[in-house]
Structure formats: C-alpha cells, structure tokens
C-alpha cells in the first residue's frame, strides 16, 4: 500500500465548521431558525446516507474482499459475514449508546410537536455532560470514518467521506449549540462543550489514520464498514422524527433525496473526470 499523507488540512476543517456551526447560538443573539435547521439536517443526512452505500461500503468491501501480497505469499479477502458484521456493529453501537441516553439527536430537544400532536420535548435523563460525551463519541466516529478513508483509499474517496461529515458537523454543532445554551447555566460550560465536540472528529482523524497507515488493508476495511454503519444509524436518527410527522414529513423526504442526489452527481462529476478509481 503507498504511504498517504496525513489528511491535517481535513481535520482542521472540521474543527473550524464545527465551531462556526456551535458557537454562534452560544455567544451571539442568533435565534435558531427551525425550518432552515431542519432543511439543513435532512439534505446532510442524504449526502451521509448516499456516502455510506454509494462510497464508503463500496471501497471498503473492496478493499475487504480483494486478494493482495503480503511478505510474498497470497493473502485472501474478508468473508461476507465479518464484512456485514462491521457494519451492523458500527449502527449497534450508536444505537446501544442512544438506549442508553447519550442520544444523537439533541435537535429533537427543539422539535415542538406539542401544538399539533400534544407532544412535548424530549427530556433527557442524564446530565448534559453525558449528552456532550455521547455526541463527541458519536463525532469521533465521524472522524474515525474520514481517517480510515485516508489511510487505505484515494484522496477523492477520502475527500468524498470528508465532505459528507463536514456538511452534516454544521447543523449538529449548532443544534448542540442551542441545546447546551437551554441546558447550561454558564456560558462557559457552552462553550467547552462545543469544544469538546468540535476537537472530537480531527482528533480522531488523526489518531485512526497513523494507527492504521501501514496496516492491512482488510482491517482498515472493516474500520470503513464499521464507520458506514455508524453514518446509516445517524443518517436515520436525524430525519425519522420529521418524516414520521405529518406536517413535515413530505418536506423532510424532499431534503433527503435533494441530499442523495447531490451525492450522485458529485460522484458521476469524479467518475468522468477520472479522479476516482478502482483498484488498490
């Protein structure tokens, strides 16, 4: 495998935007504007959703299932049942750390259906601390999918993985933005909060791809289904609310397909202009 570079201008990037995204509802007068979060939200999710099946499973099937030399002798590709159970554990995990009330979606907390359905907010059992470690965790996983993209595909797959996490950190720092300022009494626990969010997914860039640069190919494989897994669980969490409510299901379908479409284009543009190609 050719030695990659460290993707460090990606991990800054996604510091910036996860701090220009989380900062702003804490330390200005920006009120949340919930239509244009939700449009936001449900066209990330889409491009999360078409960068899971359309990229990130893809490459790391072939990178699982495709025979390579190592030390002169022939070594075979990852059997469909582990190349499967890479991604059903990454959704789990999410999903074992939202039965257990780090949830992913904090937006919910702002979602008010109690006018029309008599529904009322979400109320959170833990303490926002607990909410904040399990939305850094669930940022570290996006992180986790960028630097293990790095370490074993091309730049214009990575750029892909990147560009689908960096579009969806915007709204969800801001939601978490909002929802700390609601929950905090002192601002600087805001702001430490986004912090920790924010430094979450470049840290974890960092860390996964110089752990696995070098290593083989089939584990960095199943890192990258694990990582797709963990996009199809967000992917759903952030637009089912909105989609199981009559008055914006429709809308929340609308933005989700403008978000898959995006994607489809984006990879048809790479795909005629060469930069993707097949084969490791």
Do not use: C
Not at 105 to 133: C, F, K, Q, T
């Amino acid at each position: 495998m050719a030695v990659a570079s460290a993707p460090i201008e990606l991990a800054a990037l996604t510091l910036i935007l996860a701090l220009l995204g989380g900062l702003p509802p804490i330390l200005s007068k920006i009120k949340e504007n919930q239509e244009t979060l939700r449009r936001i939200t449900g066209i990330a999710s889409g491009i999360l959703l078409a960068s899971a099946l359309l990229v990130v499973i893809p490459e790391g099937f072939e990178l699982a299932t495709g025979e390579h030399e190592e030390s002169g002798e022939e070594e075979e590709g990852v059997g469909n049942l582990l190349i499967g159970g890479a991604v059903l554990a990454g959704f789990l995990m999410m999903l074992i750390l939202e039965g257990s009330g780090i949830g992913h979606a904090v937006h919910e907390e702002h979602h008010d259906h109690r006018d029309e359905h008599g529904h009322e907010h979400v109320h959170h059992r833990n303490s926002p601390w607990i909410i904040v470690l399990g939305l850094s965790l669930h940022s570290a996983a996006d992180g986790l999918a960028i630097g293990s993209a790095a370490a074993g595909s091309t730049e214009a797959v990575t750029a892909l993985v990147a560009l689908a996490v960096l579009i969806h950190k915007v709204p969800a720092a801001f939601s978490l933005g909002v929802f700390s300022m609601h929950e905090r009494e002192n601002r600087n626990d805001s702001v430490r909060d986004i912090v920790m969010f924010s430094l979450a997914t470049p840290v974890m860039i960092l860390v996964s791809f110089y752990t696995l640069q070098g290593m083989d190919e089939h584990l960095i494989a199943l890192v990258m289904l694990f990582a797709a897994g963990t996009f199809l669980y967000v992917a759903t969490v952030d637009t089912l609310p909105d989609i199981h409510n009559p008055e914006t299901g429709r809308a929340a379908l609308r933005n989700v397909l403008i978000g898959v479409v995006a994607i489809i284009l984006v990879l048809y543009g790479a795909e005629a202009a060469g930069l993707i190609e097949h084969g490791h």
